[in-house]
Nanobody
Framework: QVQLVESGGGSVQAGGSLRLSCEAS????????VAWFRQAPGKEREAVAR????????FYADSVKGRFTISQDNAEKRVYLEMNSLKPEDTAMYYC???????????????????WGHGTQVTVSS
């Protein structure tokens, strides 16, 4: 059974950067989607970046395009979220999640994902 553990969150000023890490055990499965979601207080959990683990296709929410980059390192068993030019509205709990897929497309909705980590907090101050 796959387990996911996030790390790398913290507090930064606007314009700063953070790199989040999602470690998968026992390893990153092929033909899976791994996604980073975030949830701010009082708001819905939204997908910000997704990656298909066989081939590396990536998908981004419009709000983070050009600022966030999702990547995978199979040797390290990690999926990363590099976040640059951070804004106060990026403040949220960030979660990684995975789901097996057969067609290479990573769903956007949280209900599609079957395995979740416990999250890591990101706080961006103005």
């Amino acid at each position: 059974q796959v387990q996911l553990v996030e790390s790398g969150g913290g507090s930064v000023q606007a314009g700063g950067s953070l790199r989040l890490s999602c470690e998968a055990s026992p390893y990153i499965y092929a033909r899976n989607c791994v996604a980073w979601f975030r949830q701010a207080p009082g708001k819905e959990r939204e997908a910000v970046a997704r990656i298909y683990t066989s081939g590396g296709s990536t998908f981004y929410a419009d709000s983070v395009k050009g600022r966030f980059t999702i990547s995978q390192d199979n040797a390290e068993k990690r999926v990363y979220l590099e976040m640059n030019s951070l804004k106060p509205e990026d403040t949220a709990m960030y979660y990684c999640a995975r789901v097996p897929v057969s067609d290479g497309y990573c769903p956007q909705g949280k209900s599609a994902y079957s395995t979740w980590g416990h999250g890591t907090q990101v706080t961006v101050s103005s």
